[in-house]
């Protein structure tokens, strides 16, 4: 069965850095783009970035740009999401997410989240 | 930047009845480039929709997704209890990446 399993999230002042990680498991996890997305608090999806299965090429949202970096290791089934420089509006649970990297691409399969909250 | 925009914001029907969700891109979107997920209170996102009208696996056929142009729909035929829940649409392949609606709350009337 396809898991993902995020962790790392954690309560950081503004200003501050944090690495999220999310482990995959029941797949090939190397032939997969994989997405962060996140959700404040009784808010709305936000896509935050995105990764190339080979690692090779990412992509993010204007609003992390420069700030978050998004990474993998394919020999260790692993995502990673770098933040830095924290602004409270960061507060948010993050969702790792599968990519079906097909000609129609969409997110089949999502973790259960990890809760970032960014306050002094 | 597209923008999908989702209507309406909360949508109140009764078990039995249809819904008929809306989601309007402020551009061309390809149609294999638009998904719709069902999130319910506390839990992840599931797809339900893909390609704009193709049910996901395990999606019971009562979920249907059609487009017109820049207006995408997804339709559910007859409700049940468990479909109550809030609905993204999303699409792939603009400026961001990705983008979400902001999301339509499907609630009991």
Known sequence: ?120 | EIVLTQSPATLSLSPGERATLSCRASQSVTSSYLAWYQQKPGQSPRLLIYGASNRATDIPDRFSGSVSGTDFTLTISRLEPEDFAVYYCQQYGGSPLYTFGQGIKLEIK
Request: proline share 2%.
């Open chain 1, 1 to 120: 069965e396809v898991q993902l399993v995020e962790s790392g999230g954690a309560l950081v002042k503004p200003g501050g850095s944090l690495r999220l990680s999310c482990e995959a498991s029941g797949f090939t996890f190397s032939r997969h783009t994989i997405h962060w997305v996140r959700q404040a608090p009784g808010k709305g999806l936000e896509w935050v970035a995105c990764i190339s299965s080979s690692g090779t090429r990412s992509y993010y949202a204007d609003s992390v740009k420069g700030r978050f970096t998004i990474s993998r290791d394919n020999a260790k089934n692993s995502l990673f999401l770098q933040m830095n420089s924290l602004r409270v509006e960061d507060g948010a649970v993050y969702y790792c997410a599968r990519d079906t990297s097909s000609w129609a691409p969409r997110l089949d399969w999502w973790g259960q989240g990890t809760l970032v909250t960014v306050s002094s």
